[in-house]
């Protein structure tokens, strides 16, 4: 796993041992910065369940102005916690070790972000209790990217006043562009 594209471009990242992460491969990483990448310079980047980091670091790689990592698992979050130092980006960049929805809490008032991305464990329906608590974190315009397995119910979205944008199906899961409906 590395840095695709940017400043840290073909940076090994580590990744945490075991099988409590799926690490996004190169493939469906660079396929989805494909679709962001002209919004990012200068984007606040919210990278939930963030397991290595990688999606926040090739953000922030891309041009964002700031990262906020979230991630509970110790070992993961020590990963990650290397992989700032590593890429250099401890300046732009801040790793919260705590559950996601107490991180949610902690962060009102302080950020507003313009892409939050979350790739929570699956089969857990985890997606629809933090987007009952993003919305003081969003900005207007404010993207989130989900990334789910194949057979996640979203049918609860119009309920929370939030839409599917965008859409890209892969073998195994897929990834949800959501706006917040106004």
């Known amino acids: 796993m590395r840095i695709i594209a940017g400043t840290a471009r073909s940076l090994p990242l580590k ?14 990483k660079e396929t ?10 200068g984007a606040y980047f919210l990278d939930l369940f963030a397991g290595s980091g990688q999606i926040g670091l090739e953000a922030v790689s891309r041009g964002a102005k700031y990262a906020v990592f979230v991630e509970n698992n110790k070992k993961a979050a ?9 890429t ?6 801040r790793l919260l070790v705590m559950d996601v929805m107490p991180a949610l809490r902690s962060m009102e008032g302080k950020y507003r972000f313009d892409y939050v991305f979350m790739d929570p ?38 309920e929370l006043d939030y839409e599917i944008k965008k859409e ?15």
């Open 121 to 158: 464990p699956y089969q857990e329906a985890l997606e629809r209790d933090v987007l009952l608590k993003l919305s003081p974190l969003l900005k207007e315009d404010s993207v989130i990217i989900i990334e789910a397995s194949l057979g996640t119910d979203f049918s609860y979205l119009g």
């Open 15 to 28: 990744t945490p041992e075991g099988m409590d992460t799926r690490p996004t491969t190169d493939r469906i």
């Open 168 to 182: 890209k199906i892969y073998k195994t899961n897929r990834h949800l562009f959501l706006e917040k409906i106004h």
């Open 78 to 86: 020590a990963c990650i916690g290397e992989n700032i130092r590593f």
């Open 32 to 41: 989805l910065f494909n679709m962001i990448q002209q919004d990012m310079p």
């Open 88 to 93: 250099k980006f401890q300046d732009r960049s």
